[in-house]
């Protein structure tokens, strides 16, 4: 068995770091779970939902994402960084982490919400449910559209049902 010197370790280390620093710096929004007790089958089928909504899941070991969290001055994760974690980084939006995660859990007990991250706010698990209730911006918009044609759809109709009263 080959051994590396210390160095190379250390080199490796700190390039894991790198990656989780730029994960977390690119991500909108990032939930830290404890998969303990999930079979192949069911990490597999998480997985393939995380890749569905474009998020990316990872395991990760505790003191790389502290040591990540630190260097952007991420504070609050102590008590999460205990035990397996697997972090689910979403960059698109800020939802889309907690809405896969939230999904997963109510069917499948094995896996447990520890916390979230949006920006440098540390979200407890209350508040990551709350963030996946939300709605994604694409459906705020289509709302927003829905709403400001409601007045023009009533003045058609109105201005519709005068002319054809004026016809009769």
Do not use: W
Request: hydrophobic share 40%.
């Amino acid at each position: 068995m080959e051994k590396f010197p210390a160095s190379h370790n250390s080199t490796k280390k700190s390039g894991v770091v790198e990656g989780i620093v730029d994960k977390l710096s690119r991500a909108q929004g990032v939930v830290f779970v404890d998969y303990r007790g999930l079979t192949v089958t069911e990490d597999n089928a998480l997985r393939a939902k995380c890749r569905e909504s474009d998020v990316e899941y990872h395991v990760l070991k505790n003191t790389m994402i502290k040591r990540a969290c630190d260097q952007l001055g991420i504070e609050g994760l102590d008590e999460t960084l205990n035990g397996p974690t697997a972090v689910a980084f979403g960059y698109d939006d800020p939802i889309s982490a907690a809405r896969v995660m939230d999904e997963f859990t109510q069917t499948n007990k094995k896996i447990a919400i520890k916390s979230g991250v949006i920006g440098k706010e540390v979200m407890d698990v209350d508040k990551v449910k709350a963030v996946a209730a939300l709605k994604s911006r694409e459906n705020v918009v289509m709302s927003l559209i829905g709403v400001m044609k409601m007045p023009i759809r009533k003045l058609v109709m109105t201005v519709k049902m005068a002319s054809e009263k004026d016809a009769e």
